[in-house]
């Protein structure tokens, strides 16, 4: 059972890949397209989630999306078409830290996608390469809320607290202009439904030859959580301005 197909099942309950319920992901959208005639492109779309909602009662935006998972791409392409707004969104199967594009955006989304530029400051990094002037940035990653174990920083990464990710983010040269850090209620309702909708599935489906590792998958997701770094991980999004330039 590959990663894809594992990702995609366990995001049924939670389109959105990241600890974010449906008002704070509204709120972000709206203070990073303050004019509605932008054009948007998402670094590690996946299933296109943060750009049908940039596009959804926005009838001037116009998106871009970058992803390697052929089946997610496909469900955008889909659900693009379901609501009517495909001939506004394109889409592009490629590694995202090589995508390149002969026009700016407005906006460039990555949210739970860091890793794919190996961290938050080599994603703004690559970010600041496509936008335009007076763009802005919408950036999403982990942070520790407490110190972590060093099972924790193995698992998810070498994360930073609140404070000093902002250090970071602003010495690099940006500026935030809203931001928003998860609640207990956030993360730990992604953590259930992520598990949930996995475990259901497998339930569902005994006869079906993935069925047990898709449990195990769902099982060892849990206990992960719950043992290694529910009490030490949070996740703070961020929409960022250049300082200057």
């Known amino acids: 059972m590959n990663r894809e197909l594992i990702s995609r099942i366990a995001h049924a309950g939670h389109p959105i890949a990241a600890p974010l319920d449906d008002d704070a992901v509204r709120d972000l959208l709206d203070h990073s397209l303050p004019r509605g005639d932008e054009r948007v492109l998402d670094l590690g779309c996946g ?56 026009h700016a955006f407005d906006l460039v989304i990555s949210v739970g996608a860091t890793h794919a530029f190996g961290g938050l400051l080599p994603t703004l990094a690559a970010a600041r390469k496509h936008l335009a002037p007076g763009g802005r940035v919408l950036v999403g990653d982990g942070i520790w809320e407490r110190e972590p174990s060093e099972e924790a920083v193995e698992m998810l990464g070498d994360f930073a607290d609140l404070a000093t990710t902002m250090d970071r983010v602003t010495t690099e040269g940006w500026t935030p202009v809203h931001g928003h850090v998860s609640t207990r209620r956030e993360l730990d309702d992604y953590e259930w439904s992520w598990t ?50």
């Open 47 to 102: 299933g296109g989630e943060w750009l049908l909602r940039a596009l959804a009662g926005r009838p001037q935006v116009r998106a871009e999306g970058v992803d390697l998972a052929e089946s997610a791409l496909l469900h955008a392409r889909e659900a693009a078409q379901g609501q009517g707004v495909e001939d506004r969104l394109m889409l592009h199967r490629q590694d995202a830290a090589d995508f390149t594009s002969p």
């Open 196 to 245: 949930g909708s996995l475990a259901s599935w497998a339930l569902d489906r005994p006869a079906d030859p993935d069925s047990a590792e898709a449990l195990r998958a769902a099982t060892t997701h849990r206990e992960e959580w719950l043992r290694v770094y529910r009490d030490t991980m949070g996740f703070v999004s961020l929409v960022l301005r250049p300082t200057s330039g």
